[in-house]
């Protein structure tokens, strides 16, 4: 028996990794399909799946190679990211795409620097991640611009005194809440800051805080489970201010967590649906008859079609890929590495350039309403700030 | 084994000793003596409270009230505190208030040199007859965790060692040092857990019916062999029995308890004659 | 004597073919392969499983503060060897942090251990007074603690509070090309030194307080000294073993060291049987390479064909897993080894034989 | 004062009588067992995600009773399946199935809901949201710790009063005594592991309802605080699991008034600890013996 158990063991650690069929290149998504960002991380990985769709092949060097997409599941943990990141490395990924949530790219980034694989984050706004990794590249905007963007309009709102409440251990909503209030103080505005712990349920306390404290604006940063959770809690405590957050929030969870209540939510993104380019208004109506096309990926998208930002994202970030490889002529992860910081690209989410540290130079972000009665988000202005 | 009576130190002295559960009195003023070189036997039926009186001894029990004298240091002493007092059924509860309560953990009155063996044989089951006695070497340790770790004792291992091997030829085990301690006869379970309480160099040894569970010939050798290891070692024991054969044939003196009292005290003629003591066995019609 | 020089040389042997394995694998299958990630984490939970193992095993504790003490190990060989030059980025919420050094690798491993001791220590001399399971939930207390107080804003200039702590030296820093052969180094001397400890005269009085707590004081072993000793020695492992975890993943966060993680390493002792040592290590290699590499395509939704293969979907990976681990706990309690050692399954033999003849 | 104070102490009322109903389930089965039900804070989420499914296809209320009776089903084949073959193992071998219980619920849980948060049905009654004085709540809030109440009031009574009640008082008491007495340990585990599931399904009906998101992990914390209550009120005694619970509600609460957030878990850990240390046997547990 325990024999039996060693030969097995010993055959399957001589298992050779398996061998890529002739002129086929691998892209790596690393996104979480499950945990507290599956929802927005499925979105993302259907903007990719769209692009393979469209684009499912690049030239290298006079020859056609197949793009086959590698999708693995960080599972919105950080400890579990590491591990998703190596099953991607393993497979000899050229590029890897993702992930949505900043704390896993950040713990993610170190396999694929060490690895020489060069990644290129799609909606990872702490601006970490790239500065504490040289192998990450970044194509949406970052959390000093997204919380300055959101202070300002908390002011413009009317608001004195935010209410900033973040989860412990989120590196997402821990740093963009640090921007925001940042920011807001500058503007002469008061902050009273609160965290929550992981798995909290319970927030009946930080919103009567809140009230308490005499805050006029709500800035909540977190993943859309909890999300849900503060507005349903605050609706049912008659909270009249609004609540504020990031990306993370133009998320269908958000629309049915306010659908039909008393409550005003707004969030800042990386795009909207409506508009008017030929490139964006091209791939909107391109993506939602694709996703019309598939019960499953309805599904994915949250039971309709809206085109939610982190999709466009994902979208954008496959077609930088392809560029690269292009430019860099080969398969080879190195080689895409060296190219990639000279890659530009208009997108659908605006054009694309690296800077030193890696970022693309977005200074545009839109704010949208979570229309409580039409249960959709609704376009509020766009907002850029002043360098 | 009169003989030994002439130096008639002091080993052991139990003072008043009253032992209380709650509402239940266990023990009821005990007051005994063990004298250098003895061999000392606690008898009674069933329920007595002997088992208890050991426990007082050894400190894994704190006494209610009384005090218990090792070699003339005291090891125990308590009065009735907190709620004890109100419930308190025993005698003297006023006799000690003015003395410090004195409470030792087992493992110090072990390495005082009170070294015991259970009733109900408490073996370590997982180790072998050589292992459980090795243990037995550990309270004499001059090693620390680091000196042992690193073998740095060798020396000191190496004689425990022998002594275990030594104390297991003169037990009778040495054929059964490597097996699993349980997997033993009961008799020789009994032997290996007195092998194991020499191991700690005791000078009083308190023996929990030993010959419980034995034949008559296994009772008459454990009789021989406890006399042999006490003159070998020059032990004082102190031990609790049921076989009345062995208890008359081995003992020097006799204390008698029933329901946590004592009833009589006396060499084996005296008690064998004793009409409390006849009434009380009979009364409980066991033996 | 002769016979014992003989089994010397033979694990000796063993060890260093070992050894010659995990640095031949890590340079033909290449730093990418899965191989070596199962052999690098796989090591690293060899070490912190044998410490859990001294505790709940050898010494009979039920303890499950296994996660807060490799978190203590960790967040101290973080904070001391993050570069100077990378304290302000890191530290980017806390102008560069207090921890304005760093030291080497080696004294800040050693440093993870005396830290993760120290705080045993203090926990320790309430908590072992507690028996059985209301030790085992303080013990899971004790470690939440730890988490909130890591987390906190306050002393977040210390431990950079809930955020990542990167950019300290990773296992590929050290030895470059050969994580493996690094990690199976300290690994192996720190199990080399547990099993002194197990086979030394202190060992023996853990087993007995094991056996029967009673039988072990009155034979003179102090039991809470002792019971603190196998605490603080299994924790400063375990904080090793912790900084281990952080080199090896590269980043770092509290968030990671939930109570969930004491029980996948409390999983992986039983699987290897409670109280063996060889059977911890083999089972951490096993359920690291189960659930990191052989079962991962359990998750993966595979097409056959025109036809998608029922049930394989994110998340069946740790169905199966956990329904095996279930299927071991219930009916092969003794797990691989039992109480035993690799090395002892001979000798039982002779035993056995002997007690015919 | 109060004004301020009065929304954290019915938000604490109304989540410490829902970890009273979890309680009750951690102490019921201590005192006989003397087992750490790991996996009952997961049997609690399975009842949230019973719920959700079930509302999908049928009205809500079918929906209710058909969620108490698939949890109570759940609870019982947990105790079939994972702790009566090991009713002779040692202490450590049941207490690690149960974590194992816990570890196999909680990725099947992952596995069919794709570790995503669930909406939880609304119950349009407990929904509703009213005005007490300066706070505005859900009706829920009113009426958890009533229900709680008189809950553990007819629980109490069961136990007192009823032969099945007197059975489990005799087996928490001494196990092998009671067996030779001709009582069926196994049916009377059984029915205990029953009452404890029912109550941690109508607990998740409150909680939910309060806190509408169900994810797989969602119960766990609940659940140890739940139990921390238990051991608070004195493991075995149902008045003091619910008084345990209400206070550690209240507690984590003001402490969240306070405004130190961050330890409002690790509050619960910490009196765990003390309780422990000080006064083993809880607020109202009975007082053991150790016998040698």
Redesign the interface.
């Known amino acids: 028996m325990k024999k039996l158990l060693a030969l097995v063991l010993a055959v399957m650690m001589l298992v050779p990794a398996f061998a890529l069929a002739d002129n086929t290149i691998r892209i790596g998504v690393f996104e979480p399909s499950t945990g507290d960002n599956g929802a927005g991380g499925k979105q993302e990985i259907l903007g990719i799946e769209y692009a393979n769709s469209v684009a499912p092949t690049v030239n290298i060097g006079g020859e056609e190679y197949t793009v086959e997409l590698v999708i693995e599941d960080n599972q919105s943990l950080t400890d579990k990211a590491i591990s998703a990141a190596q099953s991607l490395v393993s497979k000899d990924v050229a590029v890897v795409l993702g992930s949505y949530g900043s704390g896993v790219s950040m713990a993610g980034g170190d396999v694929f620097a060490e690895a020489g694989v060069p990644a290129i984050g799609v909606s990872c706004t702490n601006p970490n991640v790239t500065l504490l990794c040289d192998y990450y590249w970044r194509i949406c905007f970052l959390d000093p611009f997204q919380g300055t963007v959101m202070a300002n309009f908390a002011k413009e709102l009317g608001a004195t005194k935010a209410y900033v409440l973040t989860m412990l251990g989120e590196d997402y909503g821990v740093g963009l809440g640090k921007y925001f209030v940042e920011a807001f103080k500058a503007l002469g505005g008061e902050v009273v800051e609160e965290n929550f712990t992981e798995g909290t349920s319970d927030f009946a306390a930080y919103i009567n805080n809140a009230a308490s404290n005499g805050c006029d604006v709500m800035f909540a940063p977190c993943a859309t489970t909890y999300a849900a959770l503060i507005i349903d809690q605050a609706a049912a405590q008659g909270i009249s201010f609004p609540i504020l957050a990031g990306d993370t929030w133009e998320n269908s969870a958000i629309l049915n967590a306010a659908k039909g209540k008393d409550i005003k939510v707004y969030c800042s993104t990386f795009f909207d649906e409506n508009d008017d380019a030929a490139a964006a208004a091209s791939f909107v109506s391109g993506f939602k008859a694709w996703l019309n096309a598939d019960s499953s990926k309805l599904t994915n998208n949250g039971g309709n079609d809206i085109v939610a930002a982190v999709s466009a994202l994902g979208f954008d970030a496959y077609n930088v890929a392809l560029a690269a490889i292009t430019a860099a002529g080969s398969a080879d992860p190195a080689a895409i590495a060296e190219a990639l910081p000279g890659v530009t690209y208009e997108g659908v989410t605006g054009a694309i350039a690296f800077d030193d540290v890696g970022d693309a130079k977005k200074d545009m972000a839109y704010i949208k309403f979570a229309n409580p009665e039409t249960g959709a988000f609704d376009f509020v202005k766009t907002q850029s700030v002043a360098e | 084994m009169s003989e030994n009576r002439s130096q008639n130190a002091n080993v052991l002295r139990l003072k008043d000793i009253t032992m209380q559960f709650g509402g239940v009195v266990a023990i009821n003023n005990l007051s005994l003596e063990v004298n250098q070189g003895e061999i000392v036997a606690l008898i009674g039926p069933n329920g007595a409270g002997k088992t208890t009186a050991f426990n007082c001894i050894t400190g894994v029990y704190q006494p209610t009230n009384g005090e218990v004298d090792f070699h003339g240091t005291p090891i125990a002493v308590n009065h009735p505190q907190g709620k004890m007092i109100r419930q308190y059924a025993g005698i003297n509860p006023d006799a000690y208030k003015n003395r410090k309560p004195v409470v030792y953990t087992p493992d110090k009155i072990t390495r005082m040199g009170i070294a015991r063996t259970f009733q109900n044989i408490r073996l370590f089951k997982s180790q072998t007859a050589f292992d459980n006695v090795l243990i037995g070497t550990h309270l004499r340790r001059s090693s620390n965790l680091f000196t042992a770790t690193f073998r740095l004792n060798a020396r000191e291992e190496k004689a425990n060692r022998e002594k275990t091997a030594q104390l297991l030829e003169i037990v009778g085990l040495s054929e059964e040092a490597n097996e699993l301690a349980t997997s033993l006869p009961y008799g020789k379970q009994r032997r290996l857990e007195i092998a194991r309480a020499l191991a700690t160099d005791p000078t009083l040894l308190l023996l929990d019916e030993p010959a419980a569970g034995m034949n008559p010939q296994e009772t008459d050798e454990l009789g021989e062999f406890i006399v042999d290891i006490k003159n070998r070692f020059q032990l004082t024991v102190f031990m609790i029995e049921h076989h009345m054969n062995l208890v008359m044939d081995i003992s020097d003196r006799i204390y008698v308890l029933d329901f946590g009292r004592q009833i009589a005290e006396g060499t084996p003629e005296e008690i064998q004659k004793n009409p409390v003591v006849i009434a009380a066995y009979l009364g409980v019609d066991e033996e | 004597m002769k016979k014992g020089n003989m089994r010397l040389i033979i694990s000796l042997l063993v060890v260093a073919a070992l050894y010659a394995g995990g640095f031949l694998?890590e340079h033909t299958a290449g730093?990418?392969?899965?191989?070596v990630?199962v052999l690098q984490?796989g090591a690293v939970y060899a070490l912190i499983a044998v410490s859990m193992n001294l505790l709940?095993g050898f010494t009979g504790l039920?303890s499950l503060g296994q996660a807060g003490f490799m978190l203590v190990g960790a967040y101290a060989y973080a904070i001391l060897t993050i570069p100077m030059a990378?304290r302000a980025?890191?530290y980017?919420?806390y102008d560069g942090g207090w921890v304005q050094f760093t030291v080497g690798v080696l004294p800040a491993l050693l440093v993870a251990g005396l830290v993760a001791a120290l705080f045993a220590a203090l926990i320790g001399m309430?908590?072992l007074?507690?028996k059985?399971?209301?030790l085992?939930?303080?013990t899971?207390?004790?470690a939440?603690?730890i988490r909130?107080?890591v987390?906190?804003?306050t002393i977040g200039p210390l431990t950079n509070?809930?955020?990542?702590l990167?950019?300290y030296p990773?296992l590929?820093n050290i030895m470059p090309g050969n994580t493996v052969l690094f990690t199976f180094l300290v690994v192996g001397v720190c199990i080399g030194?547990i099993l002194?400890?197990i086979n030394?005269?202190?060992g023996?009085?853990f087993?007995?307080i094991?056996?029967?707590e009673?039988?072990?004081?009155?034979?003179?072993?102090?039991?809470f000294r002792h019971k603190q000793?196998a605490f603080v020695?299994s924790s400063f492992f375990a904080g090793i073993g912790g900084a281990l975890l952080a080199m090896y993943?590269?980043?770092l966060?509290?968030?990671?060291f939930k109570?969930?993680?004491t029980?996948e390493i409390?999983?992986i002792v039983?699987i290897g049987g409670?109280?063996s040592v060889s059977g911890s290590v083999m089972a951490s290699f096993?359920f690291i390479?189960c659930?990191?590499?052989?079962l991962?395509f359990l998750?993966a939704e595979t097409m056959l064909g025109n036809v998608q293969v029922p049930l394989l979907?994110?998340?069946?990976r740790?169905?199966v897993?956990?329904?095996v681990?279930?299927v071991v706990?219930?009916f092969f309690?003794k797990g691989i080894m039992g109480?035993r050692e690799l090395w002892e399954l001979g000798n039982r033999r002779q035993?056995k034989g002997?007690?015919k003849s | 004062m109060f004004d301020t104070l009065l929304p954290y102490l019915l938000a604490g009322i109304s989540v410490g009588g829902q970890y009273a109903m979890i309680a009750v389930g951690y102490t019921l089965v201590y005192g006989i067992l003397r087992l750490i039900n790991f996996a009952h804070g997961d049997i609690f989420t399975a009842a949230g995600f019973f719920m959700i499914y079930l509302t999908a296809s049928l009205p809500i209320g079918l929906s209710i009773p058909l969620v108490i009776i698939l949890t109570v089903a759940l609870g019982f084949v947990v105790e079939r399946v994972a702790y009566k073959p090991l009713r002779s193992a040692p202490r450590m071998s049941i207490m690690i199935s149960a974590i194992g219980v816990s570890y196999l619920l909680q990725n099947l849980m992952w596995y069919i809901t794709g570790g995503l948060a669930k909406q939880y049905p609304v119950l349009p009654f407990l929904s509703q949201t009213i005005r007490l004085g300066s706070a505005t709540t859900k009706l829920v809030t009113i009426i958890t710790p009533l229900l709680t109440v008189g809950l553990v009031v007819a629980l109490v009574m069961l136990i007192n009063h009823t032969k099945i009640g007197m059975a489990m008082r005799a087996v928490s008491v001494d196990f092998e005594t009671s067996q030779l007495m001709g009582i069926k340990i196994n049916s009377v585990i059984s029915v205990t592991f029953v009452i404890g599931s029912a109550m941690a399904a109508i607990g998740s009906l409150l909680y939910f309802t309060n806190y509408t998101a169900v994810t797989p992990t969602v119960g766990a914390m609940p659940g140890l605080k739940a139990f921390v209550a238990a051991v608070f009120g004195g493991i075995g005694s149902i008045p003091g699991a619910m008084i345990g619970a209400l206070i550690i509600g209240i507690c984590e609460n003001l402490i969240k008034a306070a405004g130190l957030t961050a330890f409002s878990d690790a509050f619960t850990f910490a009196l765990l600890i003390v309780v422990l240390l000080f006064r083993p046997t809880g607020l109202f547990g009975e007082k053991t013996t150790d016998k040698v």
């Open positions: 694998i730093s990418k392969s899965m191989v990630t984490k709940n039920f990378k980025a890191v980017q919420y309430p908590v007074r507690l059985g399971d209301y085992a939930i303080a899971l207390g004790f939440e603690i909130a107080i987390q906190w804003d509070g809930s955020n990542l990167k950019t990773t590929k030194l002194l400890l030394s005269t202190y023996r009085a087993k007995a094991r056996d029967d009673v039988a072990a004081e009155a034979m003179g072993i102090n039991l000793m020695v993943q590269g980043s966060q509290a968030n990671s109570s969930a993680m029980y409390l999983l039983v409670l109280g096993l390479a659930s990191e590499w052989w991962r998750d979907a994110p998340g069946f740790m169905v897993f956990s329904v681990i279930m706990v219930l309690r109480t035993a002997g007690r």
